[in-house]
């Protein structure tokens, strides 16, 4: 027997970086640090916009990923009790096919006439499945985990929009711009693909170059986070 592709939507499987191990330090945050460590009262009378907007998104993010693995758990749980909602077709002159949405059930039965009765009892054994599944992610509380997980990522989503028409007025500014696409956008840890490698290149210079200029500024032994080795992850990232 062999399945067709699992078309129901699973944020928390699919989501990138959610699953990742560890939480990495900000690079805008190592740098506002040593700002206000530096000047405080210049940081106060002239505030930087973009960074204002990445404490916002850095919340939001964060929050997400904590919304994301508590639905992730709970999904977890229902999988190994109920099974994703399935239904198994025996396709006549065929072998079986188990599909897991009613996309995918048209997809293997079609609209054809001679496939009516089949796909009206696949349709309705799916249907009872889906509302098992349906009843039990209600009651253990994953339904209200997804919806406030959604919620959360689309103001994450929102709040990333807009640093492209923020501007920067510092260096931290910048690194949080730079922080946020890398965090947001890239597809792995370390992925090698364009534009990432150049773009974590470009995150390691702006902090290199704030070091030089402002040397005082940074807390003695401070080490940047994009440069510390990465903690092995204790889970498949999206």
Excluded: Y
Aim: hydrophobic share 40%.
């Amino acid at each position: 027997m062999r399945d067709s592709d699992n078309t129901t939507t699973l944020p928390c499987v699919t989501r990138r970086r959610v699953l990742a191990g560890g939480m990495i330090t900000s690079t805008a945050l190592v740098l506002e640090k040593s700002a206000l460590a530096g000047n405080t009262a210049a940081t106060n009378v002239f505030p930087d916009p973009a960074l204002a907007l990445w404490r916002e998104w850095e919340t939001a993010h964060e929050l997400t990923e904590r919304l994301c693995r508590r639905q992730q758990c709970l999904e977890t749980r229902l999988v190994a009790s109920l099974g994703f909602p399935c239904v198994t077709i025996h396709v006549p002159e065929g072998e079986e096919v188990t599909v897991h949405s009613m996309e995918a059930l048209d997809d293997v039965l079609g609209k054809e006439p001679g496939m009516a009765v089949l796909r009206e009892k696949a349709e309705a054994d799916f249907a009872v499945h889906q509302a098992r599944w349906d009843a039990a992610a209600e009651e253990t509380g994953h339904t209200a985990a997804l919806r406030a997980e959604r919620e959360a990522g689309d103001r994450a989503q929102d709040l990333l929009e807009a640093f492209s028409t923020t501007p920067a007025t510092t260096l931290a500014g910048m690194a949080g711009k730079l922080d946020a696409v890398l965090r947001e956008g890239e597809a792995w840890e370390e992925c090698s693909e364009f534009p990432w490698p150049q773009i974590r290149s470009a995150l390691s210079d702006l902090v290199r170059i704030a070091q030089q200029m402002m040397p005082e500024q940074f807390f003695h032994g401070e080490q940047h986070p994009k440069l510390r080795p990465r903690r092995a992850g204790c889970c498949f990232r999206a």
